[in-house]
């Protein structure tokens, strides 16, 4: 059996200071919208109205929403496809999320990609990379930038424990080191690469390779959305002070296959019951009925949300087959390739 990192937590728990009341309960609607839109979702796979796979990050709902919402609009997210709850937090609507999924034509991309495959540049989310960790590369590049041109901004990504075998990840944490780029590298360590465990992976945790290229990294309790907060805020902060990278171990588990296809045989049952007992948002639940939220309201209210998307994004028709090709390539020759407002291609990669 895959076993847990023994690399202490980095936070326990609410950070009174940082997080309102207001904060905490929008935490626990991102984690409970984002699973229900990917519970909602697997269901219209199994319809036969979701076509491929699909991927869902059922128990890993505190890792993307607590870190997302320690960023700041400014920043950009290179988000995978267990984060759902970061496309949430920045604004993209569930119409949208569950019309990309079955590939509709009101969809983020209208179609043109993969079910997981998205990303809208108007709120700061890169489009997702599915050969793990390019995104890594993505975020580095996007933290050079934001040095070069002065700005204080901060990137941001998510990777699997897998992904740390590959070569790119060891390229893009080099050079973020070397640099001392903005920029917070989250591995998401969910126990399984695929169906291969943390035993058969690696002999050292990637998170202490960090300080092999110059910086800190440090384990955090994944299935706590106001640990993670708390972590990402610190790191940010150190970001945007010139003090460069950070890489932050969240310690979950994928509760689901690697994807709808998947039976997760291999498994061994007592760690996923283990694993149950940590559910994210159960945790965040019981911290907010202490501070007397009606929390069967929250949910009563997000499932409507997610129904009444639900419909709208079925309603949503299909996209023309003539109108493939457009929009797949950039056609501008002076595009706001920073997400700033400011046209710039040819003046960038000359320095200015």
């Not at 489009?127 to 590369?137: A, C, I, K, N, T």
Request: overall charge negative; aromatic content about 8%; glycine content about 10%.
């Amino acid at each position: 059996m895959a076993t847990e990192t023994a690399r202490p937590p980095v936070a326990e728990g609410p950070d009174a200071q940082h997080l309102t009341r207001d904060d905490r309960v929008e935490l626990l609607r991102y984690m409970l919208l984002m699973r229900g839109i990917e519970e909602r979702a697997m269901n219209l796979y199994r319809q036969g109205k979701v076509p491929g796979s699909f991927y869902d990050g059922y128990g890993q709902e505190a890792v993307s929403a607590g870190a997302c919402f320690a960023m700041a609009p400014e920043d950009r997210l290179c988000i995978l496809h267990r984060d759902l709850a970061a496309h949430l937090i920045r604004g993209v609507t569930p119409t949208r999320i569950l019309a990309q999924y079955m590939g509709r034509e009101g969809g983020i991309t209208r179609g043109r990609d993969g079910n997981v495959h998205f990303g809208d540049k108007e709120v700061g989310c890169v489009g997702m990379v599915s050969m793990l960790p390019d995104m890594m590369l993505v975020a580095t590049g996007m933290a050079m930038a934001f040095k070069a041109q002065g700005q204080q901004r901060c990137a941001l990504t998510w990777f699997g424990d897998g992904s740390t075998s590959r070569g790119d990840w060891h390229e893009a944490m080099n050079w973020a080191g070397v640099q001392r780029l903005p920029v917070i590298f989250i591995l998401e360590n969910n126990q399984y690469a695929y169906s291969t465990p943390l035993s058969q992976q690696f002999a050292v945790n990637p998170v202490e390779r960090a300080a092999a290229y110059g910086f800190p990294g440090f384990a955090v309790d994944g299935n706590d959305a106001e640990a993670m907060f708390e972590a990402v805020r610190q790191a940010r902060e150190r970001a945007l002070a010139g003090d460069g990278p950070t890489m932050i171990e969240a310690v979950t588990m994928r509760m689901h296959g690697h994807a709808a296809h998947d039976d997760m045989k291999y498994v061994p049952k007592e760690q996923v019951e283990e694993w149950r007992q940590k559910d994210p948002i159960e945790r965040q639940e019981r911290r907010l009925v202490e501070l007397g939220v009606d929390v069967d309201a929250l949910r009563a209210e997000v499932k409507a949300a997610i129904d009444a998307a639900t419909e709208e994004a079925l309603q949503s028709p299909m996209p023309d087959p003539a109108t493939a090709t457009e929009g797949v390539f950039c056609t501008d020759p002076e595009p706001d390739i920073l997400g700033d407002g400011v046209p710039r291609w040819s003046g960038f990669l000359k320095g200015a």
